[in-house]
């Protein structure tokens, strides 16, 4: 059965799909209890709320953690691009599945504590 994530990369361009299929699982390795959803036309980890959000955009991909936990992970983000929220995961590096899973880790605890 497959899930609406994995529905969601299957129409994305065929170049991007490895990629997002890695941080998919990195994420569902961490949070697999979340339930998994589309939110803001992106593929969404939910417990109580969004957690995490990740999306493709022209020449990276996005990871959507929120404010404060990019704000937590500054000293790790460097050498990429980031906003209020944002991380952006440039198509040309290696992905940094380990942080992602540290963000999306810290992401479920965070949030569950504000429940």
């Given at each position: ?27 569902k ?77 810290w ?9």
């Amino acid at each position: 059965m497959h899930t609406v994530i994995e529905d969601y990369i299957a129409l994305q361009d065929e170049s991007v799909q490895p990629r997002l299929r890695e941080i998919y699982a990195a994420i569902k390795s961490v949070l697999p209890d979340a339930m998994e959803k589309i939110s803001w036309q992106m593929p969404t980890f939910w417990q109580g709320q969004n957690l995490i959000h990740f999306a493709p955009a022209k020449n990276h991909i996005g990871i959507y953690p929120g404010g404060e936990a990019v704000s937590v992970f500054a000293d790790k983000l460097t050498e990429y691009k980031t906003s209020k929220g944002t991380i952006q995961l440039p198509n040309s590096k290696p992905l940094p599945l380990e942080l992602i899973k540290e963000i999306a880790t810290w992401c479920g605890e965070t949030n569950s504590k504000k429940r």
